[in-house]
């Protein structure tokens, strides 16, 4: 990215401005990328973590396999999920408040013992398994954030604030060598106008 100036003081002040700005964010821009990169690992991690309470609890009621297919598919189904926003590092995430669940009466004397138990297996495992999806778009989320701010902390590290410190070069070069040719010419033009002085006296 080729930083636009101009060979003036106006554009000097106007890139140290720019660069101080890059250079005051960076430090910030940072700390963000590394808080953001913990919390992608920390709801990976959570999300793996209750995929396997999940996988652990259907393992255990394996002994029970054959009773499932007394059971009456349909009786229980999720009727909505209630989220909540939930801010980590400045980033809005989805964060689970409540299942809320759609059980059909069924008639307890009539159905076997276990049925009531059976609906509240399906509700604790929906329940897992919806907060590790909803851990997993937090984590999606996250890492969309962090791959930004890397991108902002490159961009600013390795093309902005060197390109503006190059530009601030150039311009004090060409300001100093300006100078120097200003400060020759009016040597020259002095040492002329003496040289005519003494040439008038001399007539």
Do not use: C
Request: proline letters at 3%; a positive charge; hydrophobic letters at 35%.
């Amino acid at each position: 990215m080729a930083i636009k100036f101009q060979y003036n003081k106006t554009s000097l002040n106007d890139l140290n401005k720019q660069l101080k700005i890059r250079t005051n964010a960076l430090p910030t821009l940072k700390n963000k990328e590394s808080a953001l990169r913990l919390e992608v690992r920390r709801a990976k991690a959570r999300s793996e973590e209750l995929t396997e309470k999940l996988s652990a609890s259907l393992k255990a009621y394996d002994y029970i396999a054959a009773l499932w297919n007394e059971f009456e598919p349909g009786l229980i189904s999720v009727r909505d999920v209630v989220l909540e926003t939930e801010k980590i590092a400045g980033v809005k995430t989805p964060s689970l408040k409540e299942v809320l669940y759609d059980v059909k009466p069924f008639d307890i004397f009539r159905k076997p013992l276990w049925y009531s138990d059976g609906v509240d297996i399906l509700r604790q495992l929906a329940q897992i398994g919806i907060e590790s999806e909803i851990y997993l778009e937090k984590m999606r989320l996250l890492d969309f954030s962090r791959k930004k701010i890397t991108q902002k902390v490159n961009l600013y590290e390795k093309v902005q604030i060197p390109g503006y410190q190059e530009a601030i070069r150039k311009i004090k070069r060409y300001m100093e060598d300006e100078e120097n040719l200003s400060k020759a010419s009016q040597k020259i033009v002095k040492t002329r106008h003496q040289q005519e002085e003494e040439e008038e006296s001399h007539d």
